[in-house]
């Protein structure tokens, strides 16, 4: 069973950074795309990024473009998402997705895998 933990989540001020991590357990996990999700309260949950399994491809909603940058460590089981740039807009519990396929990541109806998510924050 695969199992997904995010971290690295809080509490930060607008322009500030912060760097998320998703540790992976019981599978092969360079197999894997990884993609972030994030759902803000009251909204449906949406696309942040995807990376391939072997991170030579990522993804990027247009909305995080140039702020946030995806990627992945498969000696640790680990992808990471690391956000500069913090508006509050960027508000929302986010999470990750493992999936066997990178085509359609952009789905958050895709078959896969998640964690149970981390809270960030952002003040103005």
């Known amino acids: 069973q695969v199992q997904l933990v995010e971290s690295g989540g809080g509490l930060v001020q607008a322009g500030g950074s912060l760097r998320l991590s998703c540790a992976a357990s019981?599978?092969?996990?360079?197999?894997?795309?990884m993609a972030w999700f994030r759902q803000a309260p009251g909204k449906e949950r949406e696309f942040v990024s995807a990376?391939?399994?072997?991170?030579?491809?990522?993804d990027y909603a247009d909305s995080v473009k140039g702020r946030f940058t995806i990627s992945r460590d498969n000696t640790k089981n680990t992808v990471y998402l690391q956000m500069n740039s913090l508006k509050p807009a960027d508000t929302a519990v986010y999470y990750c997705?493992?999936?066997?396929?990178?085509?359609?990541?952009?789905?958050?109806?895709?078959?896969?895998?998640w964690g149970q998510g981390t809270q960030v924050t952002v003040s103005s």
């Open positions: 997705r493992a999936s066997l396929y990178y085509v359609n990541s952009r789905r958050a109806n895709q078959p896969g895998y």
């Open positions: 019981g599978c092969t996990f360079s197999s894997y795309a």
């Open positions: 990376i391939t399994g072997n991170g030579a491809s990522t």
